[in-house]
């Protein structure tokens, strides 16, 4: 399939959605800038989206930003689909943030240490027993064979990588035991199906559980660092430790407190509305991997993905980030310990253990960078969420692809650095 024709309006190109000054900000967190206001002050953010829309890499685009004492900010460009009919970008647009839901769920697990029901390092079999009598396998590369492991898997471990667990989507044993267990903790498409391999999805978290307690792992528990289903597994911990549903933890710990309205599981008929598309440009194609009017979002969730499984917009992500960014305070909402907040954005990785790239660090599902304190994560989709202690900013990129070369990081912070200076 050849790359559609794209004509976009000079509006929905130069500002998305809405042209406000400044407005009141939900959830009592001051006031924001939004549209024309918001590219003015930021001129260089707003035209890496303009280019982003200009040249058809992208339907649409938004960033929310605060940065230091000044109001924040959201800007956006283009539209929902390629087609001119659809409505423009803005900061209530709605996003499949993927990955980006590790940090949250990292916060939830956080929570509950504020609370004394868990500790960095609680076995994660004191509450998931399932995962008890885990193996280790002895050539994770070459078969199943396993033995015991050598350290007991904790939850500085599921939330760090380092518990000896993997993704499904990664090749070798392990990983097609996965498939054939039905381990997809993902929403809708499943990033890379293995048809004759793949089984039925479990249905819920303790189903997951009872799964990969029978599956061996990579390697011994805390020694070293594999990008897994460890924040996912963490959910099933959180849903044990605190007594109510995962979801019920979230919503009621941090979604309702922080005002994030539009953070969300599952999307109704209206929210299809506000959703973006979500295309595949992989090898000079554009193929719809998720429609925005019949998207996999809109069917019934019994498999909260913690490591995957949210939708969230450019508004909902910033709230989440001020509040880490402010020592645990949404507006006048206390929502965490300032202690609390600082632990999240910590270096808690085992001792000795180095991420793969050795460009970062690990805390609570997300990475940190030394000596500034940034914390933050990105999704498969493109997206990108961190926030700043040390340069008080705190930014979220919305963007919806796969297999697009764009260097969304990269992009925006050379923007930024023009911006603030």
């Given at each position: 399939?050849?790359?559609?024709?794209?004509?976009?309006?000079?509006?929905?190109?130069?500002?998305?959605?809405?042209?406000?000054?400044?407005?009141?900000?939900?959830?009592?967190?001051?006031?924001?800038?939004?549209?024309?206001?918001?590219?003015?002050?930021?001129?260089?953010?707003?035209?890496?989206?303009?280019?982003?829309?200009?040249?058809?890499?992208?339907?649409?685009?938004?960033?929310?930003?605060?940065?230091?004492?000044?109001?924040?900010?959201?800007?956006?460009?283009?539209?929902?689909?390629?087609?001119?009919?659809?409505?423009?970008?803005?900061?209530?647009?709605?996003?499949?943030?993927?990955?980006?839901?590790?940090?949250?769920?990292?916060?939830?697990?956080?929570?509950?240490?504020?609370?004394?029901?868990?500790?960095?390092?609680?076995?994660?079999?004191?509450?998931?027993?399932?995962?008890?009598?885990?193996?280790?396998?002895?050539?994770?590369?070459?078969?199943?064979?396993?033995?015991?492991?050598?350290?007991?898997?904790?939850?500085?471990?599921?939330?760090?990588?380092?518990?000896?667990?993997?993704?499904?989507?990664?090749?070798?044993?392990?990983?097609?035991?996965?498939?054939?267990?039905?381990?997809?903790?993902?929403?809708?498409?499943?990033?890379?199906?293995?048809?004759?391999?793949?089984?039925?999805?479990?249905?819920?978290?303790?189903?997951?559980?009872?799964?990969?307690?029978?599956?061996?792992?990579?390697?011994?528990?805390?020694?070293?660092?594999?990008?897994?289903?460890?924040?996912?597994?963490?959910?099933?911990?959180?849903?044990?430790?605190?007594?109510?549903?995962?979801?019920?933890?979230?919503?009621?710990?941090?979604?309702?407190?922080?005002?994030?309205?539009?953070?969300?599981?599952?999307?109704?008929?209206?929210?299809?509305?506000?959703?973006?598309?979500?295309?595949?440009?992989?090898?000079?194609?554009?193929?719809?991997?998720?429609?925005?009017?019949?998207?996999?979002?809109?069917?019934?969730?019994?498999?909260?993905?913690?490591?995957?499984?949210?939708?969230?917009?450019?508004?909902?992500?910033?709230?989440?980030?001020?509040?880490?960014?402010?020592?645990?305070?949404?507006?006048?909402?206390?929502?965490?310990?300032?202690?609390?907040?600082?632990?999240?954005?910590?270096?808690?990785?085992?001792?000795?253990?180095?991420?793969?790239?050795?460009?970062?660090?690990?805390?609570?599902?997300?990475?940190?960078?030394?000596p500034s304190g940034e914390y933050g994560w990105g999704g498969a989709a493109g997206t990108i969420g961190w926030m700043n202690p040390t340069t008080r900013t705190?930014?979220?990129?919305?963007?919806?692809?796969?297999?697009?070369?764009?260097?969304?990081?990269?992009?925006?912070?050379?923007?930024?650095?023009?911006?603030?200076?």
């Open positions: 399939m050849s790359a559609l024709a794209f004509s976009p309006s000079r509006r929905g190109l130069l500002f998305g959605a809405g042209a406000l000054a400044l407005a009141g900000c939900a959830a009592g967190q001051g006031q924001w800038l939004d549209g024309p206001q918001a590219a003015l002050r930021y001129p260089a953010l707003q035209g890496v989206l303009n280019g982003w829309v200009a040249d058809g890499r992208l339907s649409g685009a938004a960033i929310g930003l605060r940065h230091g004492d000044a109001p924040e900010a959201y800007l956006h460009a283009g539209r929902l689909d390629y087609d001119a009919s659809t409505a423009l970008v803005d900061r209530n647009t709605l996003f499949r943030i993927y990955s980006m839901t590790k940090p949250i769920t990292g916060v939830g697990a956080a929570l509950l240490i504020e609370d004394g029901r868990l500790a960095l390092d609680t076995p994660v079999a004191d509450l998931v027993p399932e995962m008890g009598r885990v193996e280790v396998a002895r050539n994770p590369d070459r078969g199943l064979d396993g033995r015991a492991p050598a350290s007991p898997m904790t939850v500085r471990h599921l939330l760090t990588h380092t518990a000896g667990l993997t993704y499904h989507f990664f090749d070798g044993p392990i990983a097609d035991a996965y498939r054939r267990a039905g381990l997809f903790p993902v929403t809708g498409y499943s990033l890379a199906e293995k048809p004759g391999i793949d089984g039925p999805k479990v249905e819920d978290l303790d189903e997951m559980g009872r799964r990969l307690g029978e599956i061996p792992l990579r390697f011994d528990p805390g020694t070293e660092y594999h990008y897994s289903i460890g924040l996912d597994l963490l959910g099933l911990v959180i849903q044990r430790a605190s007594g109510m549903s995962f979801p019920d933890f979230l919503q009621r710990r941090l979604f309702d407190p922080i005002g994030m309205r539009d953070t969300l599981w599952r999307i109704s008929r209206a929210d299809q509305a506000r959703l973006m598309a979500l295309y595949d440009y992989s090898g000079g194609q554009r193929v719809v991997r998720d429609d925005r009017t019949n998207s996999a979002y809109a069917e019934p969730v019994s498999l909260f993905a913690g490591g995957a499984g949210l939708i969230s917009t450019a508004s909902d992500y910033l709230a989440f980030l001020t509040t880490l960014l402010d020592d645990g305070r949404a507006g006048s909402v206390r929502v965490m310990a300032p202690e609390t907040a600082r632990l999240i954005r910590t270096d808690i990785l085992p001792e000795g253990v180095e991420p793969e790239n050795g460009a970062f660090r690990f805390g609570f599902g997300g990475s940190v960078k030394e705190a930014l979220t990129v919305m963007v919806q692809h796969f297999g697009q070369q764009i260097d969304v990081d990269g992009d925006v912070r050379r923007a930024l650095e023009r911006d603030v200076g």
